[in-house]
C-alpha cells in the first residue's frame, strides 16, 4: 500500500494492528475518522488512554474495576460463600446479564493451554485456592468454555482442591462443546448454572 502521507501511514498501520482489521479496514476507519468532527478522534484516544492509564483489577477476584474492590465484590446482598469461576469478564458479563446468580466471581485471566504458552502460573490460580481455602466459601461453580483447555482448567484446580472441604460443580452443558460461554443465549445460561451438576461427575463424563 502507497502512501502519501507518513502520518497517515503511521494512523494505518497502528489501527491494522487490531485483530480482524487489514490494512484496506484500517484505512477505511481512519478516514472515516478524518472526515467526522476532530473532537470524535480526540474522546477515542483520550478514552482508550485513560483506560489504559487508570484499570483497575478488583483485588478480590480480579475482574476489571474502577475500584480497588469490583461492585460486586463489595455488594452485601450477594451470596458470600459461592464462587464462579471463569475465564474473563466477558463471561462476567454474560452471567449477570441471566440475572439468575446472586454469588460472587473469580477471574481467571485465562485457561490453561500449553499451545499458547499460558501456564497455570500465568492464571489466578492461586488466590482462588487461596478464597477456597479461607473457610468463607462453600462453593465454587465453574463455568469455563466446554474445550479441552477449559477442562484442563477445571481438573488442574480440581486436583490443588482436593484437601478442601468445598463444594465443587460445573454449569450443565446445554453450552455445546467449543462453545463460548458469551455466545449462549441467557436462558440457556441462566438454565445451566440453576442445573449445575458436580465437578467430579463433569471429569469422569469427559
Ligand atoms: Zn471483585
Do not use: W
Not at 483497575?56 to 475482574?63: A, N
Not at 474502577?66 to 475465564?87: A, G
Not at 480440581?158 to 468445598?166: G, M, N
Amino acid at each position: 500500500m502507497e502512501f502519501s502521507s507518513k502520518l497517515l501511514e503511521n494512523a494505518v498501520y497502528e489501527m491494522s494492528q487490531l485483530p480482524g482489521i487489514g490494512k484496506r479496514t484500517a484505512l477505511r476507519l481512519v478516514l472515516h475518522l478524518l472526515r467526522q468532527p476532530e473532537s470524535q478522534t480526540i474522546n477515542l484516544a483520550s478514552a482508550l488512554t485513560t483506560l489504559r492509564k487508570d484499570i483497575k483489577f478488583c483485588k478480590k477476584c480480579h475482574s476489571i474495576s474502577d475500584l480497588e474492590i469490583c461492585h460486586i465484590c463489595s455488594n452485601p446482598n450477594r451470596v458470600q460463600d459461592t464462587i464462579c469461576v471463569v475465564e474473563d469478564i466477558r463471561d462476567v458479563m454474560a452471567i449477570e446479564s441471566t440475572s439468575q446468580y446472586r454469588g460472587l466471581y473469580h477471574v481467571l485471566g485465562g485457561k490453561i493451554s500449553p499451545l499458547d504458552g499460558v501456564g497455570p502460573h500465568d492464571l489466578a490460580i492461586a488466590s482462588l485456592v487461596e478464597r477456597a481455602k479461607s473457610g468463607e466459601v462453600s462453593e465454587l461453580i465453574f463455568a469455563l468454555s466446554a474445550t479441552m483447555e477449559g477442562d484442563t482448567t477445571n481438573f488442574y484446580i480440581y486436583k490443588l482442591l482436593k484437601e478442601v472441604t468445598i463444594r465443587t460443580s460445573t454449569i450443565a452443558r446445554g453450552i455445546g462443546v467449543n462453545d463460548e460461554l458469551e455466545y449462549a443465549d441467557e436462558v440457556t445460561l441462566g438454565r445451566s448454572i440453576i442445573n449445575r451438576i458436580p465437578l467430579e461427575q463433569a471429569l469422569k463424563s469427559s
